[in-house]
Each structure stands twice: as C-alpha cells, then as structure tokens.
C-alpha cells in the first residue's frame, strides 16, 4: 500500500499508478483463492456418500381387509 501512496506522491504516471493497484489486488485475490480450492475441489471431486442399500426399510405394503 504504502508503493502505490510512494508513487502518488512522487507524481509518477498514473498507468504505474494502475499498475501498482492492479499488482496488488492480483496478490489479494490470488491468496483468497489459494485457501478456497481445497474445500471447492473436495466438494467437487469426492465421492459421494452412498447410503448403504441394507439400512433401508422397505415400505410396509398395506393390507385391506376386504
């Protein structure tokens, strides 16, 4: 932060000015997305939990009395 307040005072071109904040919110944004991937691809690419087919009950068929 303190680059980009450097370049401002100096009275430097403001394409460097861009520069200097587009560098900096890369990093940030970078960063954020590097603490994200591994909860995003888990979620992705894990198997899902299949239930297991011999916990379910089955249906109780009803009877009429006729």
Same mark, same amino acid.
């Given at each position: 932060m303190?680059?980009?307040?450097?370049l401002? $005072?100096?009275?430097? =071109? +403001? *394409?460097?000015?861009s520069?200097?904040?587009k560098d $900096?919110?890369f990093? =940030? +944004? *970078?960063?954020?997305?590097d603490?994200?991937k591994?909860?995003v691809?888990?979620s992705?690419?894990?198997?899902?939990e299949?239930?297991?087919?011999t916990?379910?009950?089955?249906?109780?068929?009803?009877?009429?009395d006729?």
């Open positions: 303190t680059d980009i307040l450097d401002m $005072i100096d009275d430097d =071109k +403001s *394409s460097d000015i520069d200097a904040i $900096i919110l990093a =940030k +944004s *970078s960063a954020r997305i603490t994200l591994p909860s691809s888990s992705l690419f894990d198997e899902p299949i239930e297991d087919e916990t379910i009950e089955p249906e109780e068929e009803s009877q009429e006729g």
